[in-house]
């Protein structure tokens, strides 16, 4: 695993998980506390994986915001870019996993802390040194958010930093479809690595074929890793050079949150001390390989971070 610095800019914050499964959020007879946050979780997940990792975010200056950096900290991942805010609250998610399989979302946030994360506050000299800057917050389309979220990819990508990128689509958060989409495609274009999922590649390109062709239609200039994630499929890459598909591996999943973020993490702590990696075919299907183990092991265990592996958990299953 790398030793250069990933540093993940985004969101932190508690999905609230209904105590007894397959029920609507109203119906809920209680919630338990999962902390979570797409771009949170990628920095444990490097730091699970023996990976330099730093969060870069705002959370309230409350019980729950106290909570959240404390366990960024308890899994190594550095502190000095997370921000208390003042005013607003930690962002809360109600989330659950309804017996018609749909994946229900209600937000607490108007706004909350991480929406009110504006540029001057960036710790600069922590974004100046990653070599691997990752983004995606769901807190894309709000001011002043939007703007620290551009200067950070600016600033990172001037300092010589891959940059990565997940969409994290959560269409409740969005006032359209269409703004989301247009939202999403502007600050594609700066990205060298690009996850998407399955869903969010149907989304995207406004066609529901999960195929190579469609897949295309998001190739842009000066890319150089486009991922598409299938869960149970493993994953599509594509590069300028190649392409192809990497199994995923037989394991029973019992809560796929956060799959997403523990392939990324893991893809992300093996390429940043080499990014040759990205142009040599075999090489990458290595890393990918291990990617999916790690997205793997993380649908075996409830929540995302408590189930996020270590290096050992993924060779394992690779060696099984
Ligand atoms: P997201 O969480 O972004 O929707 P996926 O669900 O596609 O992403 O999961 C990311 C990766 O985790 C997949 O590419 C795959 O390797 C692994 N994974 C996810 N679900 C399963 C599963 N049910 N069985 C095995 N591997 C899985």
Known sequence: ??????????????????????????????????????????????????????????????????????????YGVTGEGILFDQGARTALAFVTLRADGEREFMFYRNPSADMLLKPDELNFELIKSAKVFHYGSISLIVEPCRSAHLKAMEVAKDAGALLSYDPNLRLPLWPSAEEARKQIMSIWEKADVIKVSDVELEFLTGSPKIDDENALTLWKDNLKLL??????????????????????????????????????????????????????EQRLRGVLKFANACGAITTTKKGAIPALPSESEAFTLIKE
């Open 227 to 280: 991922l598409v994630t299938l869960g149970e499929n493993g994953c599509r890459y594509y590069t300028k050079h190649f392409r192809g598909s990497v199994e995923a591996f037989h394991v029973k999943a019992v809560d796929t949150t956060g799959a997403g973020d523990s392939f990324v993490g893991a893809l992300l702590a093996k390429i940043v001390d080499d990014q040759s990696i990205l142009e040599d």
């Open 1 to 74: 695993t790398g030793k250069g610095l990933i540093v993940s800019f985004g969101e932190m914050l508690i999905d609230f998980v209904p105590t007894e499964s397959g029920v609507s959020l109203a119906e809920a007879p209680g919630f338990l506390k999962a902390p979570g946050g797409a771009p949170a979780n990628v920095a444990i997940a490097v730091a699970r994986l023996g990976g330099k990792a730093a969060f870069v975010g705002k959370l309230g200056d409350d019980e729950f915001g106290h909570m959240l950096a404390g366990i960024l900290k308890q």
